[in-house]
Each structure stands twice: as C-alpha cells, then as structure tokens.
C-alpha cells in the first residue's frame, strides 16, 4: 500500500520548506504543528540526520468533515507533510495520502474528504516544480 504523495524538487531545503508553506497556504491549509525531526533527534539521542521538517497541515472543512464521518479520525489528523533533503541539493517533499484514511477505517464515508485533499495535497507538492 502506497501512503505518501511524494515529489522531489530541484531547490534547497530552505527555499523548499517555505515553497511548500506557501503552497500549502494557496490550497487553504494552515500548518498546526512543525517538527525540526534533525533538530529534536540531536537534542534528544545525539543522532545527526539530514535537515528535515514534518510540518501539520490542516484544512478545518475538511478536518470537519472527516470527524463528522469517522469520531476517532483525529489520529490520522492533521495532515503531516515532510520536507527532507535528498541527494545532489534536491529536495523531497513526502505527504500523508488522505487515502490512507478511507484504507485504515474502511469508512466509506471518508472517501469524498480524503479525495478532497488528494487533490489539493496533490496540487501543492505539483505547484513545487513551477
């Protein structure tokens, strides 16, 4: 089973983190939550990894909608987006595919949500390569 939209973009780290902000921002997400996985791992373990950053994003209609369908969804919220660095400068831009819920659940319901924000998750990550 396939569980992240992914692409792979030309650009720095930095200069994609916040290209995929904005993206985000374009198909009306809001990032709740950013995790600077390098940073916590050498705070917490000592471990060095490549830059990388799970950013939370959300989109409250369709956050709604998905709780309204299936009460325990939140565990699969918010929609967690990574930006890590690849090899040779390039970087790669990982999401959670909102399939993945209708597949864990088996809920139907979720189906017109999750394809929702495919599209729009979908839309970001291709609005990278422009």
């Known amino acids: 089973m396939t569980y992240t939209v992914t692409t792979t973009v030309d650009r720095p780290f930095d200069e994609t983190l916040e290209a995929v902000r904005a993206a985000l921002a374009d198909q009306g997400f809001g990032i709740l939550t950013e ?27 369709l956050a709604h909608a998905a709780v309204q369908a299936e009460a325990s969804i939140g565990v699969l919220l918010p929609c967690n987006v990574v ?26 319901a979720l189906a017109e949500v999750a394809a929702d924000a495919r599209t729009r998750i979908s839309a970001a990550l291709a609005s990278l390569d422009s």
């Not at 996985?37 to 989109?59: F, M």
């Not at 390039?90 to 959670?96: E, I, K, Q, Y």
């Open 83 to 108: 930006v890590r660095a690849g090899d040779d400068g390039r970087t790669v831009v990982d999401a959670m595919d909102p399939d993945a819920m209708v597949t864990v659940t088996g809920n139907e």
């Open 35 to 61: 995790i600077d996985l390098a940073a916590t791992l050498r705070a917490k373990i000592g471990a060095e990894i490549p830059p990388q950053v799970i950013l939370g994003a959300c989109r409250p209609p």
